[in-house]
């Protein structure tokens, strides 16, 4: 089978790393997280004039319709880069969500402003009491004139400060149905605060929110899956992108750091570590490739089997790439503690390893 990348597949990398290249170093992220929705405004822009925030709309949404290999691609250079621009959950889950499920009239007022990154929109499907079940749905949508009033609390919604709208989940009886409702809406709060990774997340308070029919989307049950399965290809991407840059600052510190008048590359036992690490890399690579390759039920156990591997895998990845570095690999001076906390992240959200495996296990083979 060819892996080689096709002219069109280069070139998206390319613009993607350019991209990373350009506007990215470790005091430069810092001043980026600095931000009080937890990223650079300029660089959301800058990504959509690049075309990389309507890369994976549908053409008829002025996008690329980008494949699965073009998702990954551009989640693992975002990742080397450790890009803190929420394209994952603003574009790939709720903007595509968002696409797939609006009723025309408010599809048409609003994929415009989504595809050049004018606005951006956060799903809000979490609630405390379902321990990462999004089934469990406490938040109430009643009947109104003209509408649905919403009452409940949202918890992690991530990338959800200074977004334009919100994807709600909400009970209608035994239904779960899908609401939009503006930031601005009367008796919504938001309460904002950090994730382990310095990102931006919220909490949603929904008091008596009115919320007009034309905006219900009309989603089948197993669209959210199908949405999450497609971003779970770029979670995997960007830790893979991630592993990749932590293993490559830890070869250079180990060939430059010396003790005993030698290279800390030089020693036997480490370069037995950095093997083992670039194993599992590779490993990893393969899984995503095998995702990136698979298609209907094949490729969402494809996709749930990288899940329960990477998530786990890259944590310890990220401990011996920190261990290699000794005590400055904590430091905020250094990227690879960064790049820990993210890989963190990534393996605990939006379920952990322990549910990828039990759903990889759950379908069939």
């Given at each position: 089978m060819n892996f080689d990348l096709t002219e069109d597949e280069q070139m998206l990398k390319a613009v993607t790393e350019r991209f990373v290249t350009d506007r990215y170093n470790v005091d430069k992220r810092r001043a980026y997280l600095a931000a009080s929705q937890g990223f650079s405004s300029e660089n959301w822009q800058i990504l959509a004039e690049i075309g990389l925030v309507a890369a994976p709309f549908d053409t008829i949404h002025h996008g690329l319709a980008a494949s699965?290999?073009?998702?990954?691609?551009?989640?693992?250079?975002?990742?080397?880069?450790?890009?803190?621009?929420?394209?994952?959950?603003?574009?790939?889950?709720?903007?595509?969500?968002?696409?797939?499920?609006?009723?025309?009239?408010?599809?048409?007022?609003?994929?415009?402003?989504?595809?050049?990154?004018?606005?951006?929109?956060?799903?809000?499907?979490?609630?405390?009491?379902g321990r990462g079940n999004t089934d469990c749905v406490e938040t109430i949508a009643e009947h109104a004139p003209e509408g649905w009033v919403i009452n409940g609390r949202k918890t992690i919604v991530v990338a959800g400060v200074a977004a334009d709208g919100f994807i709600v989940s909400a009970r209608v009886g035994a239904e779960i149905c899908y609401v939009l409702i503006s930031a601005d809406a009367a008796g919504l709060e938001v309460l904002p605060y950090r994730l382990i990774d310095g990102r931006a997340a919220c909490d949603l308070i929904l008091r008596n929110v009115r919320v007009v029919d034309a905006c219900r989307l009309h989603s089948d049950p197993d669209l959210l899956r199908r949405v999450e399965a497609r971003a779970d290809i770029a979670r995997c991407a960007e830790a893979l992108g991630i592993m990749q840059m932590m293993f490559d600052a830890t070869r250079d510190y180990l060939r430059t750091r010396k003790q005993f008048s030698a290279p800390l590359a030089s020693f036997q036992a480490l370069q037995h570590r950095m093997v083992a690490q670039y194993v599992v890399m590779e490993q990893a690579r393969a899984l995503v490739d095998l995702a990136v390759l698979s298609e209907g039920d094949a490729f969402l156990r494809a996709i749930a089997g990288a899940r329960a591997f990477i998530a786990e895998a890259s944590v310890t990845f990220g401990h011996e790439m920190i261990q290699m570095h000794g005590g400055m690999g904590v430091s905020d001076e250094l990227i690879i503690g960064h790049g820990h906390k993210r890989l963190l992240l990534l393996s605990r959200y939006p379920e952990t390893a322990a549910v990828a495996l039990d759903e990889y296990a759950g379908i069939a083979a």
């Open positions: 699965q290999a073009d998702i990954a691609l551009i989640a693992e250079a975002l990742g080397r880069g450790l890009a803190v621009e929420p394209w994952i959950d603003s574009v790939l889950v709720a903007g595509q969500f968002f696409a797939a499920s609006a009723p025309p009239p408010l599809l048409s007022k609003w994929i415009a402003k989504l595809t050049t990154g004018q606005s951006r929109f956060a799903l809000a499907n979490r609630e405390s009491g």
